[in-house]
């Protein structure tokens, strides 16, 4: 393919990045997305916004969606998709992934690493990309994991299985953070007999990290003061990556996720957040979110949860399948994840657990992998939603999408067909084995 | 449970008198829970509802009569006589079906993961420990139960862990009981023989041990069966000559000393049932490979087997047919190797079924076995057809389990294990308003209701 064929041309010489940037564009442009009007019509169109539209169609132009409706028109030359009746969503997205990073989660050597990239360590020919494609998701936020109360700082994909690593990452994504509290920091350095091995521990070194951060921004705000002032003797600080990334916590320049379980904790990261200044997006996991959910909801923190798992340690041992809907009916902005390669390629089945758990509306429900998994990684103005200027990440189902039966029939991604149900093989348009 | 005034009206004198408010049935429900052993129960009738018999079909507006802790009768509404004592539940839009079986779990050997001392899953300090019984260590107050059971799981296989070879024997539960020995249906009802490389003691050359190999996994089982052959030689001998001494002393009466017994050896014992073909083997493999070598293997010995997962065996599918043995599949959650096809573990039930294979669905779980039913929901948007998905985690695994005659359809004399649900039992959506186990009606509570309305209030 296009796409990876350019990747293999390596640049002679070190050439200026502006130039790079202009190549990448030029591979995006003959990609797969060369083919970009696109008219997908008779399908119940499943808008998440603006309800079920029966007979519906979506013209797509430039991989955005240009027209949604039951009388939409297209030109004459656009590829035309017959739903023949079938539903379509928007991409789902999941708001808490661990795929291709290849064991790499944890830079578990110190409980701060702020400064780890989930970029370098990217895995983008892994086929949990494919396989969560295939299960109808189009959007992805890689995390670190849980190892370390400060994890580092993670990515967010678009499945476009085949194609290069650059054109997997969802330009323009705002930056996350990964947080973490609770059993899994103390376990890794309390088995090793060094701090943290408890809860105080946890957060004792989560605020000094904080209080330096504060330190390092000083320096640098002064100095930059000084700059301004025009200065030309003021000295720049020392950089330090890690204390560099958490002040950009404290600048408001990252989401901050954090991975807690127990109602106490979500409180205390709460409390933290205020007392440094930042905002928390999301808590992911976030089992006992509806003990205390009026509390979350009043500082406007979403939650990225699982429908029903539990009792795998012991602070999931409160977890309630009702804990979505529990939490939803406070006002808490809800997301059902997978962290899990097996969840991710079944979402669809465990955002409908939410319907029968509690009652969620069939959109409530779509709403909690599409627009509110979107919001938590900070797209939901780019996807989550079947509505004019989106990108055109779209899946028709076969089958009713929130039910054991609705299995993903085409996936599309800015418009393209990345996954068709009905193909041989992988049933990828853009990928063979071996490439 | 659905209570008076609650969707299509119902005729007869008989319905509407026994029609009861909400918060009586709650009260009849929480009498019937209490222990009913030993005394006639009155009996209940669930009518209007749709019956999935799994045996003689769909019977939509049916009636279903519980007594004494068997299905009474079944059929549909006007051909079945009701009791004249008995209490009759309006189920009109409801669908019933059989208690759903799980062929492979955890319950009761768990409670809390990743907490040690809550776990009693397998014997690691060998690698062939058959004389483990798992009902020695079933732990029947498990907040998993009551979780489980609301989903309309009302049998189970439980299992010890997979990571021995031979990690001991399997014993068959119900799902409510006012003891073990009570929800223990069967001891020792099958033997796992897990062959799929995860067995192996290889995880570091530093802790290296026997078997590290599947080569080593083969030769220790063999052996393992081979001394079992001559155990049972060596007790074949001493009964013989022992019956030889006693005739020879009763007519020449020799004062000669009776033959020492040979020293009694556990887990030989524990191989011999199985070594005799009276009870199945779990034969478990995920690759072609692997099975071949543990269908060797039990060919070898003349195991009588059933299959377990072979996830990974479809290259091989039409000879895993011509065994003519069935097959428990699952999870069908199995991650495909990087290799296969997206689909290639899902749609595994509906390929064996094409080629006759009789197969059960088992959740290999503990928390969640009770998501059972929707694996079979999914094999089905795979290919499987509905009524085998559902008799996947039915009838079938009560045939496999050899307890057919008493569960696994809605049929007259089983075992009144009926589940009672807004809908098709193998949708994530449908909600399970009422289970009977053994004709008690179980109270719809656990340890995660209560924490939901304790709450909810809030």
Known sequence: MLHRAATRVKPPIRIAAGFIVACAAAVAQTGPAAHNEVLIKNAVVMTVTHGDIQNGSVYIKDGKIAAVGQNVTAPADATVIDAGGKYLTPGIIDSHSHIALDDDVNEATSPITPQMMMLDAFDYQDKAIYRGLAGGVTTSLLLHGSANMIGGQAIVIKHKYGANRDAMLFPGAPRSIKFASGENPKRVYGGREQLPSTRMGNFEVQREALVQAQEYMREWDDYNAKVKKGDKDAKPPKRDLKLEALADVLRGKLLVQIHCYRADELLTEMAMAKEFGYKVRAFHHALEAYKVADKLAAEGVGIATFSDWWGFKQEAWDAIPWNAVMSMRKGVRVAIKSDSEDFARRLNQEAAKTMRYGGATEEEALKMITLNAAWIIGVDDRVGSIDVGKDADLVIWDGYPLSSYG????????????????????????????? | MRASGVGPQTSGAAVSRWRLAVGQLLVLALCLSLPTVGRAQQPIVLKGGKLLTITHGVIENGVLVMANGKIAAVGAAGAVNIPGDARVVDVSGMTVYPGLIDSESYLG??????????????????EIMPHMHVFDAFHAESALIPVTRLNGITNAIVAPDSQDTLPGQDSFIQLDGNSAEEMLLVRDIAMPLNFTGEQRRNQSWERAKFPFTRMGMAAQLRQAFLDAQDYAQRWADYEKKKSEGETKSASDKDKKQPPAPPKRDLKLEALLPYLEGKKPIVLAAEGPSDLETAVGLAREFKLKFVLNHISHSQPVLDYVAALKVPVIVGPIYEDPKPEERYDAVYSLPAQLYKRGVKIAFASVEAHNVRNLPYQAGFAVAFGLPYDEALKAITLNPAEIWGVADQLGSLDVGKTANVVVANGDPLDVKTDVKQVFIAGREIPMTSRQTRLRDEYSGR
């Open chain 2, 109 to 126: 050997l768990t409670e809390i993961s990743a907490e040690k001392s809550t776990n009693d899953l397998v014997e690691l300090s060998d």
């Open chain 1, 407 to 435: 299995v993903p029939n085409k996936v599309l991604i800015d418009g393209d067909v990345y996954f068709d149900r009905a193909l041989p093989g992988f049933g990828m348009p853009h990928y063979k084995e071996g490439m």
